[in-house]
T-cell receptor, first 115, second 112 residues
Framework: DAGVTQSPTHLIKTRGQHVTLRCSPI?????VSWYQQVLGQGPQFIFQYYEKEERGRGNFPDRFSARQFPNYSSELNVNALLLGDSALYLC??????????????FGPGTRLTVT | KQEVTQIPAALSVPEGENLVLNCSFTDSAIYNLQWFRQDPGKGLTSLLLIQSSQREQTSGRLNASLDKSSGRSTLYIAASQPGDSATYLC???????????FGTGTRLLVSP
């Protein structure tokens, strides 16, 4: 079975532009989360989606938005890009959110560079 | 606010050594703790998941322990190999939240 897939692998954008990152979860997984990892730091939580609804949001500005589609894939959108948005963006999928144990599986990430 | 700290930040050992990586968290109200491996510029690979009710988990040469009351976890790697060289990240899932809170990682280098 394929793991979590993300596209594109790398992306270079200019300040002020908009970017869309895509994620496909593991087959059968219904929950998708997005994380931002700045070089030298641990990943920071941005969003979680389950059944097309936002279930959690991290401390990120409104320039960041996301959505989940009926096939459980997801998009992360970032508007008005800043230099500080340069990072590795990671997508994680899990069977279900909610109480109790669940293991998150991460994709290879999208490396975004803002110049 | 949950905070996760990993010590040491970097570790260099010769091949064959047994080693311990440390993770501490400030709030004991967690659902679980997960250890990940990350190769340079790559995504995260899940190594071990410990539920809040468990004390340890083992997978091959890896053993992770959890002491929730003291806010500590350790990852033990037996007979280290050069292929173990990577950054190891610890993450907790705080109770009531739909997210993982990560430490900054321990960068491990195993020399032949």
């Amino acid at each position: 079975d394929a793991g979590v897939t993300q596209s594109p692998t790398h992306l270079i954008k200019t300040r002020g532009q908009h970017v869309t990152l895509r994620c496909s979860p593991i087959s059968g997984h219904k929950s998708v989360s997005w994380y931002q990892q700045v070089l030298g730091q641990g990943p920071q939580f941005i969003f979680q989606y389950y059944e097309k609804e936002e279930r959690g949001r991290g401390n990120f500005p409104d320039r960041f938005s996301a959505r989940q589609f009926p096939n459980y894939s997801s998009e992360l959108n970032v508007n008005a890009l800043l230099l500080g948005d340069s990072a590795l963006y990671l997508c994680a999928s899990s069977l279900l959110p909610g109480v109790g144990s669940y293991e998150q599986y991460f994709g290879p990430g999208t490396r975004l560079t803002v110049t | 606010k949950q905070e996760v700290t990993q010590i040491p930040a970097a570790l260099s050992v010769p091949e064959g050594e047994n080693l311990v990586l440390n993770c501490s968290f400030t709030d004991s109200a967690i659902y679980n703790l997960q250890w990940f491996r990350q190769d340079p510029g790559k995504g995260l690979t899940s190594l071990l998941l410990i539920q809040s009710s468990q004390r340890e988990q083992t997978s091959g040469r890896l053993n992770a322990s959890l002491d929730k009351s003291s806010g500590r976890s350790t990852l033990y790697i037996a007979a280290s190999q050069p292929g173990d060289s990577a950054t190891y990240l610890c993450a907790v899932r705080p109770a009531g939240f739909q997210k993982l809170v990560f430490g900054t990682g321990t960068r491990l280098l195993v020399s032949p």
